[in-house]
């Protein structure tokens, strides 16, 4: 009876834990990570000092604006006219900039968060698949190593796969390792404990997302007249230029061209101007840039399906003659490893794709 009562409490603390050890996974939907990551960062708040500072930056100027100002030299007067009609506006420019960093972000960290938990992914189908292949291979070498002793095959030929499912093996181990790197990564992204204990998974399977930049009626042209319209270093930018063109045009109003103060103000001006055109000229090339690496992922990716359907139709073909008794297990199973190869191989195809297409995605601003 007492035997009964220890092996009654036994199996009660062993389902407890094994209740424990479910309950301390906790699963993610892309949209709960998202959520957890804006949640959990303290990049939000941050955003919302510098936009008070910005505020009070800002109210600061008008103040000054207002104060009243005795005549001087014209160098001076320039200075306070600049003070007057400048200053406001460049501080509420900078007001605008910070609100719009915050919103740049957040939407910088969902994306980094969609990448990272792309590669989880990766990384955990790499995992499943390589056991798959490495189960493979040890069955071919347990039908050779009999071979090998019934002296069917040399002794080289049995070393070889020797080795090769060695290597196989440490191929596995650096995988699991790269799977813990990126739980990590995912980790730092949600700002949650890093530690083992804290195990983390994601209620997301790794397919192709669908996407309307690889279709025909996708207008990139487009795409980059409203991405620059929108992007916050571009407009930093121009409110540059209009500062620098204001404080040039009330220069030349008190100053003759050849002094240095007129001078400057025209190098200011030009240097704004400058750096508009350069900060025009790289979005529009990194969307270029992103749009055209989408594309190449998508040829990859159909290259990869293709591959992976003609693995599967050699396979299809080897299990009928198997099935008929005209080829042994071990004349489909270098077949079945191939087919676990290209899986992997789709797989990475569609994890670069999903990745390329969330930069394009995140350059556009959509």
Do not use: W
């Not at 400058?274 to 290259?303: C, G, P």
């Amino acid at each position: 009876m007492k035997r009964i009562a220890v092996l009654v409490l036994l199996l009660v603390f062993v389902t407890g834990v094994m209740v424990y050890a479910e309950e301390a996974i906790t699963t993610f939907t892309y949209e709960s990570a998202l959520e957890t990551a804006v949640k959990n960062s303290i990049q939000p708040a941050l955003d919302d000092y510098n936009i008070k500072s910005k505020e009070s930056a800002l109210k600061d100027a008008k103040d000054e604006a207002i104060k009243g100002f005795i005549g001087g030299t014209h160098q001076e007067v320039v200075e306070r006219t600049i003070i007057k009609e400048v200053a406001p506006f460049e501080a509420e420019t900078a007001l605008e900039v910070a609100r719009r960093q915050k919103s740049d972000h957040e939407r910088q960290l969902k994306a980094d968060v969609y990448q990272e938990m792309m590669r989880v992914l990766l990384a955990q189908d790499n995992v499943a698949l390589k056991r798959e292949k490495l189960a493979l291979i040890e069955e071919k070498f347990r039908i050779d190593t009999i071979q090998f002793q019934e002296g069917l095959i040399s002794e080289a030929d049995i070393t070889n796969e020797e080795l090769a499912l060695s290597v196989e093996k440490l191929d596995l181990v650096k995988m699991e390792t790269t799977l813990k790197s990126n739980i990590l990564d995912i980790k730092k992204r949600l700002h949650v404990d890093l530690s083992d204990e804290n195990q983390i998974e994601f209620d997301y399977e790794l397919q192709k997302v669908a996407t309307h930049y690889v279709l025909d009626f996708f207008d990139i042209d487009k795409s980059i007249e409203k991405a620059l319209l929108e992007d916050t270093e571009v407009y930093s930018r121009q409110k540059a230029v209009e500062a620098a063109r204001m404080k040039f045009q009330i220069t030349q109003e008190y100053i003759k061209p050849g002094l240095d103060y007129y001078d400057k103000k025209a190098y200011e001006l030009e240097a704004a101007q400058k750096a508009l055109y350069d900060a025009k000229t790289e979005l529009e090339v990194s969307i270029r840039n992103a749009h055209s690496d989408l594309l190449t992922a998508l040829d990859s990716l159909e290259l990869a399906n293709k591959r992976l359907d003609l693995e599967n139709s050699r396979l299809a073909a080897l299990k009928v003659k198997h099935n008929a008794g005209i080829i042994s297990r071990r004349d489909m199973i270098d077949t079945e490893i191939n087919v676990v190869t290209r899986k992997q191989e789709v797989l990475q195809a569609i994890c670069d794709f999903n990745i390329k297409n969330d930069i394009l995605r995140n350059l556009i601003g959509e």
